[in-house]
């Protein structure tokens, strides 16, 4: 079955519904320069010395929380301004320090970054640079997925399953409007990758779905909400990850695909968003022998994908960006002068987060110095950038107010479009005793089971934090037990045997795929003892319903359950959704956007609301 999104526009709160209509009219393509912006370019790069033009290709990054002017983090990055001439940053959320040990560990790093200590550094980096600094980030769930206090919206793959291009359009403009609130230019999204294996560690939800021309659609949208908002668009990750079973995080994936199979499956979504007009790509780190015959050479090394398939055949002459050079498929391949060399002669405009910036910027000047790098084509990648920072009005004004940040990012208007998106994604993939909506009264006894895969890295809220409270204020009496990897058999047969007491159970099952574990299952004793809570609520005809957050796959091990809602997210907006997917209040009309097992894309029971 293939399915098609639903491009008509259903009933929504006024204000969304507006926002919406709005994003219906495609948005104008990316203007050609005027004569000033023009002029600009030419002669800014006629007057660049080698060394500048040589900094324009490197983007390192830095972290958005607050740092003084009088530290060592100002002062490592204002070297790489002044003396690498580095031709913008790559923007990250914050980290804290945890110890790297062999036992115990485990504890969470990453913390949301500061939207005003982020737009303050882009400023204070702004003025130290000879040149405008072209800033990125990886917005792809919207601007909160890095910064705290910012929208964050689904992981694409609900947008697949609510099926709107108009959403996907808008989430878009959103991104964009509050990312250059910020002083961040261009987004590194959004995924046009197809998720057609179950065993992506890396991809996954991040994926709009497993139909190549559904993919397509949404990319396309959302590529023209970000330019229509003033941002450049990425599609990524060149060319298609989503049939891979490595994370290439941790070591280098292999496609065997003939390239007649990659024109069919992987290629369709970046073909349609460079139609759509977006500004720039980022390649992949994957070997694929069918477009390149060197083996263990990843795309992002290869000239036959980057310059012979991207630029020749697709004809694609935007910006060229490498995904980040510190995962292992490259570090282990080549150190990092050697790696940013060999990444900019495949045909690359910008090597992104290298190793060591330093070295890469000294291996690239040894290079153009003795002829690797010849000295058109550095000037061409040079007059790529200069372009696309002319576009977006860099040479005339390149600082953000921080003033405005607090009136721009973070709206309720801006996060009413992200619970629509949320709303409308939520699956009901079945209901075997038509349990959904729960219609137990509000004194009824309640198990609610947080099923987690493994407690530790849960960086951004602990699961349940938000569907716990949620639960509790409809029903008085509910009782909550945690069960992940490291629950004893012991302790779950304690909650086996007072199953018998309460009248409805509700699980939430949290399964990730996160950079970097290598990790996607739920532990096999936790699914054998769901397996056990479902014989036993069948027998006492008990409404039993399971709520799967994260990896949608994971449903595909236990068709057991009787009642399973998806919602290929994680956190505050897809918790809140569940709830009131299972109450009742809100209509349930999600559509598979991959295959689950016997179900095939499309499927999906709607719920109206109560």
Known sequence: MVYHPRMRVRALPALVLALVAAALVRPSATPELGPVAARWVSSTLDGMTLDQKIGQLLMPSFRTTYFSNDSDRHDRLVSLVREQHVGGFLLFAGRLPAPNVLLGGGYPRGVPGQPLAAASTNNRLQAESALPLLNAADFETGVGFRIGGATTFPRAMAFGAAGDEALAVEAGRITALEARALGVHVN???????????????????????????????????????????????????????????????GLPLIPHPRARLERIELPPFRAGIAAGAGAVMTSHIELPGLDPEPSRPATLSPPVVTGLLRNTLGFDGLIYTDSMRMRAVTELASPGVAAVQAVVAGHDVVI???????????????????????????????????????????????????????????????????????????????????????????????????????????????????????????????????????????????????????????????????????????????????TVARRTEVRDVPFVTVFFGNPYAATFMPELPATLLTYDFYTLAETSAVRAITGEAPITGRLPIALGEYPIGHGLTRAAR
Request: charge should be negative.
């Open 188 to 250: 590194f999204a959004p995924v046009a990758d197809v998720n057609n294996n179950p065993r992506n560690p890396v991809i996954n939800t991040r994926s709009f779905g497993e139909n190549p021309d559904v993919v397509s659609r949404l990319a396309s949208a959302y590529v023209r909400g970000l330019q229509d908002g003033g941002m450049v668009a990425t599609l990524k990750h060149f060319p298609g990850h989503g049939d891979t079973d490595v994370d290439s995080h941790l």
């Open 353 to 531: 987060h290298s190793p060591d910036d330093v070295v890469a910027f000294d291996a690239l000047k040894a290079a153009a110095e003795d002829g690797t790098i010849s000295e058109a084509r550095l000037d061409r990648s040079v007059r790529r950038i200069l372009e696309a920072k002319a576009a977006l009005g860099l040479h005339g004004s390149r600082r953000v107010s921080l003033d405005q940040v607090p009136d721009l990012v973070g709206s309720r208007a801006h996060r009413e479009v992200a619970a629509e998106v949320s709303r409308r994604g939520i699956t009901l993939l079945k209901d075997e005793r038509g349990s959904v909506p729960l219609r137990v009264p509000r004194d009824a006894s309640v198990l609610y089971l947080s099923v987690v895969d493994y407690p530790t890295g849960w960086g951004h809220g602990a699961p349940s934090a938000t569907f716990l409270p949620e639960l509790r204020a409809r029903w008085d009496d509910v009782t909550a037990m945690e069960l992940s990897d490291r629950t004893t058999s012991g302790e779950l047969a304690v909650v086996r045997a007072d199953l018998g007491v309460y009248d409805a159970v509700v699980a939430s099952v949290f399964v990730r795929t996160a950079s970097y574990s290598g990790r996607m299952d739920l532990e096999s004793q936790l699914q054998d003892f769901l397996r």
